[in-house]
């Protein structure tokens, strides 16, 4: 065989990554091979952005997730304020205090499940138009992406975070705010 019957480049796949370094040691000092190099140094920085950005990401929800709390807290508030003879009335009659705040959890979960669904139609139409419509036909060779079952793994668990996040709130601040 001669040098002209191999390619210019080679590449291989290791079953354990980790043992790169001693790959490169064996086969640098060989004839004919002019340099080893890894995919791993030239997408380094791309991975450390992209975890990065994830890292972002997680504290901006925890923020908003914060804020939603304060919400749901001030929204209860300025109800029980305002609905505050209607309380009266309840508790001159002898409503249980779980009748006072039914009507009061049943808003919130239903504010929830109304929100819940406009982000699952929003991710919905992301996945339809943008993975599908787009990334699926020009970036499909580099990379898999999400699929409707993640997309349903996600919207269910978006429903049970909005349900979380206004039921636990509205529990702890309906007695608090309604003196119940």
Do not use: C
């Amino acid at each position: 065989m001669s040098p002209d019957s191999f390619p210019v480049s080679y590449f291989v796949t290791l079953k354990d990554p980790q043992k790169y370094d001693a790959v490169v040691s064996q086969v640098s000092g060989m004839d004919g091979v002019g340099n080893v190099s890894s995919l791993k140094e030239l997408l380094g920085p791309l991975f450390s952005a992209l975890d990065k950005l994830r890292n972002g990401a997680l504290a901006i929800s925890a923020l908003l997730i914060f804020a939603a709390v304060l919400q749901v807290s001030n929204t209860i508030r300025m109800t029980a304020y305002a609905r505050r003879r209607e309380i009266g009335i309840m508790r001159l009659v002898g409503a249980s205090s779980w009748h006072i705040q039914l009507p009061f959890i049943l808003e919130s979960m239903i504010a929830a499940l109304i929100s819940a669904a406009l982000a699952a139609g929003g991710l919905a139409a992301f996945v339809h138009f943008v993975v599908y419509g787009y990334l699926r036909d020009t970036l499909g060779k580099i990379t898999t992406w999400v699929g409707w079952g993640d997309a349903v793994q996600v919207v269910g668990m978006t429903t049970a975070l909005a349900l979380v996040l206004a039921l636990v709130p509205t529990l702890f601040l309906t007695r608090k705010y309604l003196d119940v």
